[in-house]
C-alpha cells in the first residue's frame, strides 16, 4: 500500500513520525512517501524536529512558506495536486489541524484519493480559531477519521458522520512522546540554563499574541508568575515578532524578572524541559495532552480547549487570558506539592500508529 504522509508546520511532525516508522516496520505491507508543504521552514521550526524525531527527509518538499490564510492553503493545494495526480498513493495521511491539513485533504477529495484524517474529532467549538475550520472541514470531507479519544467520536456522531468512518485510535502524538522520553534525558538543557525549580511558557495563537494590548497584559501576568518561580518561554516566531514591535522588545534579551527567553527548541530539548517543570502554561494543543501523560499542571491560557480530556484527568484548567486567574491558578498550583503521577488516557499507550495502520489495510 503506497501512502502519502503529509507534514506542513511544527505540531505535524510529532505526529508523522511513528507513522513513518511503523510503516517502515512493515515494508512488506506499506510503501511510505512524506511531503513537506513547507508551512513551517526555519530550522528550528521544522529541520531540527526531522532529526529529533528520527523522521526521513521528505520525499518531496513544496516550499509554500508563509502568507494569509487563503494564499497559504490554496498554494498547498496548487503544489500538492500534481504530486497526488504524479504519484497515485492508496492513501494520503493528513495530521492535526494546520492549513496544510485541510488543503491536502481538499485536494484528494476532488481527485478521488482516498484520504484519512489523524487526530479527528477534536473541536473547541470556537470557530474564531482557524484550525477549527480546519478540523471541521477537514472530518467532513476525509474518507477515515482516526480520534485520540471517545468525546472526539460523539463530537463526530453530533455532526452525522457516519459509524463506519470514524475509528478511535488513540493519541499519536504520545507514540512520539514515549519513544522519544530515554533519548530526551540525553539533553543537557536544564544544566544549560541553569535550571533548578522552574515553570515553562509558550504563546503562539493568534488570539493571544496578535493584539499587542492582549500580549502585554498577559507578559505583564507572566511578570507576576516569575516572581515567586523562574519562567523559561521558547519564543514562536510570530510571538517574537510581536514582541520586537512592542515597547517590552528590550526585554527579550534577558533574564531579567525571572523569564529566561529563549529561540524555539528542539522536540528532544523541549520534552526534557517541560518534563522537569513545576508548572507549564501555554496557549498548544498539543502540550496540554503531552503534560497530562507525564502528570505536570499546566494552565491552558485560552477560553476553551478541543482536547477536554486534558480537563477531566485533572491536569489541564482553562484559565483564559484574565490575569487575576492566571495568577491565582499559578500560585495554587505551585502551592502544591511536586506530583508527577502519570495519567493515561484509555489508548494514549504508544501504540496508535499500528492501530491506524492495521486500519488502512
Ligand atoms: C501554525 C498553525 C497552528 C499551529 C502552529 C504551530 C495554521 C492555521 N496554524 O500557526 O495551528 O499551532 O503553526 O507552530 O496552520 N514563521 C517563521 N518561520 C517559520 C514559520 C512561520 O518565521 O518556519 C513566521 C512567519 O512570519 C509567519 C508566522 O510565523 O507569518 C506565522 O506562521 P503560520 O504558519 O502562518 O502560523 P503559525 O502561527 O505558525
Request: negative net charge; proline residues 6%; glycine residues 6%.
Amino acid at each position: 500500500m503506497k501512502v502519502i504522509n503529509v507534514v506542513g508546520a511544527r505540531p505535524n511532525f510529532m505526529k508523522v513520525a511513528p507513522l513513518v516508522d511503523a510503516m517502515k516496520r512493515r515494508e512488506q505491507q506499506f510503501t511510505p512517501l512524506v511531503v513537506h508543504t513547507g508551512q513551517h521552514y526555519d530550522t528550528m521550526m521544522s529541520d531540527a524536529f526531522f532529526k529529533d524525531l528520527e523522521l526521513p527527509e521528505p520525499d518531496l518538499y513544496l516550499n509554500v512558506g508563509s502568507g494569509s490564510h487563503a494564499a497559504q492553503t490554496a498554494t498547498v493545494m496548487e503544489r500538492f495536486e500534481p504530486v497526488v495526480l504524479q504519484e497515485q498513493p492508496d492513501w494520503v495521511l493528513v495530521v492535526g489541524d494546520v492549513n496544510s491539513t485541510l488543503a491536502c485533504a481538499l485536494v484528494c477529495v476532488k481527485l478521488g484519493i482516498k484520504v484519512a484524517h489523524v487526530e479527528a474529532g477534536l473541536r473547541s467549538h470556537d470557530r474564531t480559531m482557524p484550525e477549527e475550520i480546519n478540523r471541521l472541514l477537514t472530518d467532513q470531507i476525509s474518507d477515515l477519521l482516526f480520534t485520540p479519544s471517545q468525546d472526539a467520536d460523539e463530537n463526530l456522531r453530533a455532526e452525522g458522520i457516519p459509524e463506519e468512518r470514524i475509528r478511535f485510535v488513540g493519541n499519536i502524538m504520545i507514540d512520539s512522546l514515549l519513544k522519544q522520553l530515554p533519548r530526551a534525558e540525553r539533553s543537557n538543557i536544564r544544566q544549560d540554563l541553569q535550571l533548578n525549580e522552574y515553570a515553562v511558557v509558550t504563546l503562539h495563537r493568534p488570539s493571544n499574541v496578535d493584539d499587542p494590548k492582549t500580549l502585554q497584559r498577559i507578559l505583564e501576568t507572566l511578570e507576576q508568575v516569575s516572581l515567586r518561580i523562574p519562567i523559561v518561554f521558547p519564543v514562536h516566531p510570530r510571538t517574537e515578532k510581536m514582541i520586537l514591535g512592542m515597547e517590552m522588545a528590550e526585554r527579550l534579551h534577558y533574564g531579567k524578572n525571572g523569564i529566561m527567553f529563549t529561540p524555539p527548541l528542539g522536540y528532544l530539548d523541549f520534552l526534557q524541559l517541560y518534563s522537569g517543570a513545576r508548572l507549564v502554561l501555554t496557549d498548544s494543543g498539543g502540550i496540554q495532552e503531552e503534560t497530562t501523560v507525564l502528570g505536570i499542571p499546566c494552565l491552558t491560557l485560552r477560553e476553551n480547549t478541543e482536547r477536554p480530556i486534558t480537563v477531566t484527568m485533572r491536569t489541564n484548567t482553562i484559565v483564559g487570558t484574565d490575569p487575576a486567574k492566571i495568577t491565582s491558578a499559578a500560585f495554587a498550583a505551585l502551592d502544591h506539592k511536586k506530583s508527577t503521577e502519570r495519567r493515561i488516557p484509555p489508548l494514549w499507550d504508544g501504540h496508535t500508529a499500528d492501530r491506524i495502520l492495521d486500519a488502512l489495510l
